[in-house]
């Protein structure tokens, strides 16, 4: 007995997650700057995640963003090891993965 293949169509799940991200992300804040809800403080981890999806959506960063908005997002990401790792930890090979992970997605 065959099962036949079910199609899911996710343009609707893809609008819906990207409006979702559209109305955390924090216009007055540099390029990728997200919260984790509204009327919340911007935070590390909401920025990342917000990476993380766009790119689970099938968003190609190298081609979508500027080199501009990819620098943008990158420094805001890393404001955050300046100010809370680089002050404790002075070798860079001990800095989170989280804050390498943008060089894998091809920032």
């Known amino acids: 007995m065959s099962v036949a293949a079910k199609t899911f169509d996710l ?5 819906a997650v990207m ?5 955390l992300e924090d216009r007055a804040g540099p390029f990728g700057c997200y919260r984790s809800g509204r009327k919340r403080r911007p935070d590390l981890y909401s920025s990342l ?15 979508s963003l500027t080199v501009a908005a990819r620098k943008s997002w990158v420094d805001h990401v890393n404001s955050y090891a300046r100010r809370y ?3 404790q930890v002075m070798d860079h090979t001990k800095i ?3 804050m390498r992970l943008f060089t894998r997605m091809g920032w």
């Open 11 to 15: 343009r609707p799940v893809r609008e």
């Open 19 to 23: 409006g979702t991200l559209h109305d």
């Open 49 to 63: 995640d917000a990476a993380l999806i766009r790119v689970i959506m099938g968003e190609d960063f190298g081609s």
């Open 85 to 87: 790792y680089i002050h």
């Open 96 to 98: 989170p993965m989280v």
